[in-house]
């Protein structure tokens, strides 16, 4: 193996541990937490607001049954007065429609209690899921704003990702497969070191000494690899 292949692998290396770090920072993007944080905001504000909409649209309809059932009652009610104020009925007929005037009078107002009481009710929840709506409306927002600023990020990590594997490109090129083959083995088991620099007797991967009879050794091979770490080593 030549120096100049190893150098070359050295520099691809390099190349790929900045690789590495941009891979990790557009994974790592703190606005991506958030984001996360945001959604999850919004699914549970969706389901909270799901569950007051149903409660709310239950609260309506029985208003709505209600007061329908309250306009028919004033009509029969009206209409019962009208005959009974327009007299001409026997006296028998006169009494029943005085009891029954009475009776649907009593009701109606009970009725028309229950009403009262149904729109104080009604009233709380529509404000409820009013609140929960301009939650989600800022919380979405905010997603919205996290979005296009982690696009924003990732459009320059992304141009900078693609300079460097076109730079990798021209580096690996007139690199043996065999050696690149050994190399990208070599960065899976080695935390993306693979090669490392030969300085002084230490080995710049593991950082340890090795004694001058392992570097003859070492040195004396085709490939120099440490014999601590099995990287490969480049002086
Ligand atoms: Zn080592």
């Not at 997603?143 to 460097?164: N, P, T, Y």
Request: glycine share 6%.
């Amino acid at each position: 193996m030549t120096i100049t292949g190893l150098a070359d692998l050295l520099d691809l290396q390099g190349l790929d541990l900045d690789i590495d770090r941009l891979l990790d920072r557009r994974q790592g993007l703190p606005e991506l937490e958030e984001r996360r944080i945001v959604q999850e905001e919004i699914d549970g504000l969706d389901a909270e607001r799901s569950e007051a909409a149903d409660r709310l649209r239950s609260l309506e309809l029985d208003l709505d049954k209600s007061e329908g059932e309250l306009e028919m009652l004033e009509t029969k009610l009206k209409e019962h007065e009208t005959r009974l104020f327009a007299g001409g009925m026997s006296a028998r007929e006169t009494e029943f429609m005085r009891l029954e005037v009475q009776s649907l009078r009593g009701q109606d107002e009970a009725l028309e209690l229950r009403v009262i009481q149904m729109l104080e009710d009604v009233e709380p929840v529509r404000e409820e899921v009013a609140a929960l709506d301009t939650r989600i409306a800022n919380a979405v927002a905010r997603r919205e704003e996290l979005d296009s600023m982690i696009a924003g990020e990732w459009k320059v990590i992304d141009a900078e990702l693609a300079r460097l594997e076109a730079a990798k490109k021209t580096v690996a090129e007139p690199i043996d497969p065999e050696l690149l083959d050994l190399y990208e083995k070599l960065r899976r088991l080695k935390e993306g070191v693979a090669i490392a620099v030969f300085d002084h007797g230490v080995c710049g991967g593991c950082h340890m000494a090795l004694s001058p009879s392992e570097q003859e050794q070492a040195l004396a091979e085709e490939m120099p690899r440490c014999v601590h770490c099995r990287r490969i080593l480049v002086a």
